[in-house]
């Protein structure tokens, strides 16, 4: 079974609750949405906190943990969506890889075009592409530790990218990444505005081994806050 398969106990934590809207930590293993009888994180956090309506203005890969919000009014729902369709949300995420990307750091912008059983792969034209910039950055036992930056939302986009360098996230067997006990895919931070007020929420992935060690907790300490990296913007 692969780590996008389990379904897991500990779905969530709070990292804040307004009157407008929600952000939690997303655990991996858990759909935002709900597929089937498995149960989604939409569901669980409704029941929970006694929510008798809530919105997912964006989504997580089911193996990917990390930084969610979730609107609570039809107006937020509003605010939140456009601001993801606009790209002024700015989001980021962290990757474990076993293999050297082709480039340290910079653009991969492509088409992302669909092949079979759900997987996509990236190709050379540029009508609609995906974008990414990142840096990757030397981790012990010859691992690499990547903070990337999506400018689209395309599904799959950040697991594609890191196939396309040659350097396949850990866990990520869909995209011939090694096994391992979840796939390494975080998202690390999330920036929006809400009623013209500006958030910032940042998580540290609370699963996984590589990414509890703490080798990992004391290289990502090194690099600093997500914002620190010379970003095109």
């Not at 780590?3 to 307004?18: G, T």
């Not at 759909?31 to 203005?57: C, I, M, R, T």
């Not at 530790?145 to 866990?171: E, S």
């Not at 990414?211 to 004391?218: C, E, G, H, K, N």
Request: proline share 5%; charged share 20%; net charge positive.
């Amino acid at each position: 079974m692969s780590p996008e398969d389990c379904v897991i106990s500990n779905f969530y934590s709070v990292l804040d609750h307004r009157e407008s809207f929600l952000v939690v930590n997303k655990a991996p293993g858990i759909l935002v949405q709900g597929k089937g009888d498995a149960p989604s994180l939409l569901q669980v956090l409704k029941e929970d906190l006694s929510l008798s309506e809530l919105y997912p203005v964006h989504r997580l890969d089911q193996g990917t943990s990390g930084v969610l919000v979730l609107a609570k009014t039809e107006a937020a729902n509003r605010q939140l969506s456009m601001g993801f369709q606009e790209r002024q949300v700015r989001k980021f995420y962290l990757a474990l890889t076993a293999k050297k990307p082709s480039k340290k750091q910079g653009w991969v912008i492509g088409d992302m075009e669909k092949g079979r059983g759900g997987s996509y792969r990236l190709c050379h034209t540029r009508n609609n592409p995906a974008r990414t910039e990142f840096f990757s950055f030397g981790f012990e036992d010859a691992m690499r530790l990547v903070v990337l930056r999506p400018h689209t939302g395309k599904t799959h986009q950040l697991r594609v990218t890191l196939k396309a360098l040659g350097a396949p996230i850990i866990g990520d067997t869909r995209y011939s990444g090694l096994n391992a006990d979840r796939l390494y895919l975080h998202a690390w931070q999330l920036d929006f505005a809400v009623d013209g007020q500006s958030y910032s929420y940042c998580a540290l992935p609370a699963q996984g081994e590589l990414f509890t060690r703490p080798s990992f907790l004391q290289r990502l300490s090194d690099l600093g806050a997500p914002s620190s990296h010379p970003w095109s913007n």
